[in-house]
């Protein structure tokens, strides 16, 4: 499990207990982590990682072979694969045959494992080095989801604007005609308490 977006999902869950935020925001990231659920679980998952690159490797097989005409025409695959999984072509390769290789099913660290058989293998798993670029990228992805939700509670919007240039800028102009507000209102209450303009300077 990635600690980073463990830690970051704990802060969230957290923060929307505690936050103060408006309903809009809450509700904005609310439905955020709702629609990054599935793939939470999936990284959450002890499992996750291999279970990840065994879909990945069949997959990728089973379009490899529709290329080629080994396969039924009624397929759920918008697209095949014309380049094959691995580039060793031996006919007991598990990449080449859409498996993944023992080695890293019952590692104690699948993620060296990986590493290590990419290294060490004939030739060039292509397919496992993508199914390991695609896990790193979801990875990615959560994290960088997680993160605007810390910065939509941060700044009390909603995540969606924070994805919007146009209305970001929007709601910062507003807050600083708010904040300069603010201030003239304090100004104004020093004058009437004290009856002295408070930027005047004591002779």
Request: aromatic fraction near 4%; charged fraction near 30%; glycine fraction near 4%.
């Amino acid at each position: 499990m990635d600690s980073i977006i463990a830690d970051e999902h704990d802060f969230i869950r957290k923060r929307l207990e505690e936050s103060a935020a408006s309903t809009e925001t809450l509700l904005s990231v609310r439905k955020r982590l709702q629609a990054i659920g599935p793939d939470l679980r999936r990284v959450y998952d002890t499992n996750g990682y291999t279970n990840f690159l065994v879909a990945y490797l069949k997959r990728e097989h089973e379009k490899y072979q529709l290329h080629h005409g080994n396969g039924p025409d009624n397929h759920e695959y918008e697209e095949t694969r014309s380049t094959p999984t691995c580039h060793c072509m031996v006919a007991s390769c598990p990449i080449g045959n859409g498996r993944l290789p023992i080695s890293i099913r019952t590692a104690d660290d699948p993620e060296r494992a990986t590493r290590q058989y990419t290294h060490e293998h004939t030739a060039h798993p292509v397919a496992l080095h993508e199914a390991r670029q695609e896990w790193h990228s979801l990875c990615s992805d959560l994290e960088s989801e997680l993160s605007l939700m810390k910065i939509a509670l941060a700044k009390d919007v909603p995540v969606e604007t924070l994805e919007d240039p146009e209305a970001l800028a929007a709601d910062e102009v507003a807050e600083e005609e708010t904040d300069d507000a603010d201030a003239d209102d304090g100004e104004e209450s020093d004058e009437e308490t004290t009856g002295h303009d408070p930027t005047t300077v004591m002779a």
